[in-house]
């Protein structure tokens, strides 16, 4: 059983906002470094953004810095991507995943690391 399912993805306009959130089961989320991926028609998948296990530390990929909050609710095992000024090139599947003893860096420089994955959540920006 695959512990992510993501949704919130959706269409859309270049300036629009989008939430993604991540249900994550068969692990507490409290004592993981937390990460969001993405990956585009004919590209790799790319660390989008990645937050410590205390979320004292994140990382996001340059081409996002300014316009995507990553966050978390451990309550409810959940973590959340907003995601506002989109682009065009954000279009993609994004995907979530978790990892402990690595840095925000790391994990999201690492995508290939991950052997298990949600469905993804698809997001479109086109006027």
């Known amino acids: 059983q695959v512990p992510f399912v993501e949704s919130g993805g959706g269409l859309a306009q270049p300036g629009g906002s989008l939430r993604l959130s991540c249900e994550v089961s068969?692990?507490?989320?409290?004592?993981?470094?937390v990460g969001w991926f993405r990956q585009a028609p004919g590209k790799e998948r790319e660390g989008v953004s990645c937050?410590?296990?205390?979320?004292?530390?994140?990382y996001y990929v340059d081409s996002v810095k300014g316009r995507f909050t990553i966050s978390r609710d451990n309550a409810k095992n959940t973590v959340y991507l907003q995601m506002n000024n989109l682009q065009p090139e954000g279009t993609a599947i994004y995907y979530c995943?978790?990892?402990?003893?690595?840095?925000?860096?790391?994990?999201?420089?690492?995508?290939?690391?991950?052997?298990?994955w949600g469905q993804g959540t698809q997001v479109t920006v086109s006027s």
């Open positions: 995943a978790v990892a402990n003893h690595i840095t925000p860096q790391a994990m999201c420089a690492s995508p290939r690391a991950f052997i298990s």
């Open positions: 068969e692990l507490t989320l409290d004592y993981y470094a």
């Open positions: 937050s410590s296990t205390d979320d004292t530390t994140t």
